[in-house]
């Protein structure tokens, strides 16, 4: 199946503000970045912080961007290569863009998203253990998928698996991380944890119970 294609458009400015003074353009509402890639001589630029969250959050860092470099009447064609934000508040801090040629293929990191619900965990026999949350592919850069659903629905019961080469991988698209690697497991619960479940259920039966008494007290109450 083909990759849908979503247009993603940016504009950023060129910026003049460099090393230790870039503080002046966060201050500003603004985020510091870089345009580097094919056929483009590097160039720092800045770019509102809102309009850059709102294309990251739909865009992320597998989605082809048209980003355009102040009045350039040329979009260039990027990926959001890297984010860099602060360690304790997770702030914005710098951004590099990285200009693709659309004809060469490149390796990139795609997230793994689980889907479905296994019956071994829905019946509290199992822990459920994801071991790999990216895999790496190649293809082009139209072809990239943005992420890689992974269904757990068949893992019902312990011991159970999915490793990458399970994985179903959309056309021209090649998978890079090793096939004999494990990406999900259904692992047996511990007896910490196997209590630890009994005790959640109790106490939902428990405010289940006392949340019915309530509206069946309240019913009669009306009813008078």
């Not at 508040?89 to 619900?117: A, C, I, Q, W």
């Not at 082009?140 to 312990?158: A, C």
């Not at 944890?193 to 109450?221: G, K, L, P, R």
Request: glycine share 6%.
């Amino acid at each position: 199946m083909a990759k849908e294609t979503k247009t993603f458009e940016l504009v950023v400015e060129p910026r003049v503000i460099t090393g230790k003074a870039s503080r002046k353009v966060r201050r500003r509402g603004l985020i510091p970045g870089v345009v580097y890639g094919h056929k483009v001589e590097s160039q720092s630029v800045q770019v509102r912080k809102k309009e850059f969250e709102h294309i990251y959050l739909r865009a992320g860092s597998t989605n082809l961007v048209d980003l355009t470099v102040g009045d350039g009447d040329k979009p260039h064609k990027v990926f959001i290569h890297e984010v860099q934000r602060t360690a304790v508040k997770h702030d914005l801090m710098h951004v590099d863009f990285l200009v693709v040629n659309l004809r060469e293929e490149m390796t990139v990191g795609v997230p793994l998203v689980l889907v479905g619900e296994s019956p071994a965990v829905e019946k509290n026999e199992g822990l459920l253990l994801q071991q790999t949350e990216h895999v790496m592919v190649k293809a082009l850069p139209m072809n990239i998928p943005s992420s890689i659903e992974v269904d757990i629905s068949g893992l019902d019961e312990v011991g159970k698996g999915i490793h990458v080469s399970d994985l179903k991988l959309p056309e021209n698209v090649t998978l890079m991380t090793p096939s004999e690697e494990l990406v999900v497991r259904i692992n047996e619960l511990s007896r910490a944890q196997a209590e630890e479940v009994a005790e959640a259920e109790a106490a939902a039966e428990e405010a289940s119970a006392e949340a019915a008494e309530a509206a069946e007290a309240e019913a009669e109450e009306t009813g008078q």
